[in-house]
């Protein structure tokens, strides 16, 4: 009885600690995304709700994270949402949500192959789910990296 016993507390010493660390390792995650998005703000709007972005395109940007329907489409589809780019027009904490759940879908270790860093991030935000391997995106990381040096 002392056996079971004393592996029932070293299961659940392994399960607690293992809880801890991935529990720390999402706040860390969420940290960096929070730091992150003012600054994706910053650059795509200057802070602009009510921003249109490519008005010649057939795609517009909307809002102040200038999101696009293909962006929409991915974070539906993953969460089985209905929300369009047109919606986050003169809608912050949408555009903010839409934005977060992007990133947590492609910037992910799995994703990456490693653990995702702020440019990892805006970079995907620019370029789309490969965006980090994409040197068009490096212009754009760089006014970020500027903005959160600030």
């Known amino acids: 009885m002392r056996q079971i016993l004393s592996m029932v507390v070293v299961v659940v010493c392994i399960f607690v600690s293992r809880a801890t660390a991935v529990g720390s390792s999402y706040e860390t995650d969420q940290q960096i995304i929070s730091r992150l998005i003012p600054a994706l703000i910053q650059v795509e709007s200057s802070g602009n709700n009510w921003d249109v972005g490519d008005k ?64 990892d991030l805006a970079r995907i935000w620019n370029g789309g789910p490969d965006g980090f391997k994409r040197s068009a995106t490096l212009t754009y990381w760089y006014k970020v990296k500027r903005v959160l040096n600030r």
């Open 56 to 119: 010649s395109r057939v795609w517009k940007a909307y809002g102040c994270l200038q999101v696009r329907e293909c962006v929409c489409i991915d974070v539906n589809r993953r969460w089985h949402t209905h929300f369009r780019a047109t919606d986050c027009y003169g809608n912050r904490q949408l555009s903010i949500l839409i934005c977060r759940r992007y990133l947590e879908l492609y910037g992910t270790v799995r994703h990456l192959g490693r653990s995702p860093t702020l440019e």
